[in-house]
């Protein structure tokens, strides 16, 4: 199935109109999770609008709300009260079942653990998303090939997830994510696990992504990698602490370029 330009399933007149220039918004975002008769507040009543095609960096301290904000702007999670908006579309009312279509038709999710299935080959973990869209095998075949050529590992296509290094699963994973043509891409510290070579040949793919006009936003603790964005904004205990635009964003393909080659023979 192909999207429709608004985020939503099926494309209508309303739909259409609906159609606005934050692709994010949420309003008094608040998340609490209750375990036994404690209560955790992850999210404090969070005001925060993201525009079409921005790069973000999300930052801040373990347990200051980030992974909480991610999984709920993925679908993934429900906040307890507020409101959030993806283009225009008050996600806050879906059923279950319309979450899971968009997740599927316009999100990509990215994690730090790569959560790649082990036991099949880098083309059929890239496929998965087209298979729950009901793509016909050799349509799906093909568009996987072409995500993983978008992420330079066209030539590791037949490799399982054991037998590439940590760089290339997550190329893997960015192809997932990428191969059904999403608006949004959200990456939870998707260079967290990476030596600095890896983590810049994935923020060269983001740049490429942002440059193609995707809505990206990415979790991180490196503050050199947050710089590759457009905008960083802070969490603290559930709360945006500072939100400022990066006035001079690194380039990674120029940081590539300048880094050592690895040593191949070794
Ligand atoms: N499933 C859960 N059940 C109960 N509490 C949770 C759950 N998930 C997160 N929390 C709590 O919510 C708060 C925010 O957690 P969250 O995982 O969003 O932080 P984070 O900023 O992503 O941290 P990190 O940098 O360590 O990944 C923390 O106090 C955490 O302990
Ligand atoms: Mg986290």
Redesign the pocket.
């Given at each position: 199935m192909e999207l429709d330009g608004s985020c939503c399933v099926k494309t209508t007149k309303a739909s259409l109109s609906r159609r606005c220039k934050q692709m994010i918004k949420v309003r008094k975002l608040t998340?609490i999770?209750r375990?036994g008769k404690v209560e955790?507040p992850?999210l404090r009543e969070v005001d925060l609008d993201i525009p079409k095609g921005q790069f973000v960096a999300i930052m801040?301290?373990?347990?200051?709300?980030?992974?909480?904000?991610?999984?709920i702007l993925g679908c993934l999670d429900r906040p307890t009260s507020g409101e959030y908006y993806l283009d225009g579309d008050d996600v806050s009312k879906k059923s279950d079942n319309q979450l899971a279509e968009i997740r599927n038709q316009c999100i990509g999710f990215i994690f730090q653990s790569y959560n790649l299935l082990s036991r099949i080959d880098a083309t059929s973990n890239v496929e998965l998303p087209l298979i729950y869209r009901g793509v016909p095998p050799r349509e799906r075949r093909d568009r996987a090939i072409k995500a993983l050529e978008a992420v330079g590992l066209a030539r590791r296509a037949g490799h399982k997830p054991n037998e590439m290094s940590g760089g290339e699963q997550q190329r893997v994973a960015i192809a997932r994510a990428i191969v059904g043509g999403p608006k949004v891409i959200l990456a939870?510290?998707p260079t967290g696990n990476l030596d600095s070579r890896s983590g810049e040949e994935i923020m060269v793919i983001f740049q490429e992504l942002h440059r193609q006009g995707i809505t990206i936003v990415l979790?991180t603790?490196d503050p050199d990698i947050a710089r590759h964005s457009e905008r960083i904004i802070s969490?603290k205990d559930?709360r945006i602490l500072s939100d400022e635009m990066v006035q001079d964003p690194l380039d990674a393909r120029e940081l590539l370029a300048a880094m050592p080659q690895p040593d191949v023979s070794a």
């Open positions: 998340k999770y375990m955790v992850a801040g301290p373990s347990g200051s709300g980030k992974s909480t904000l991610m999984n939870d510290e979790v603790h969490l559930g």
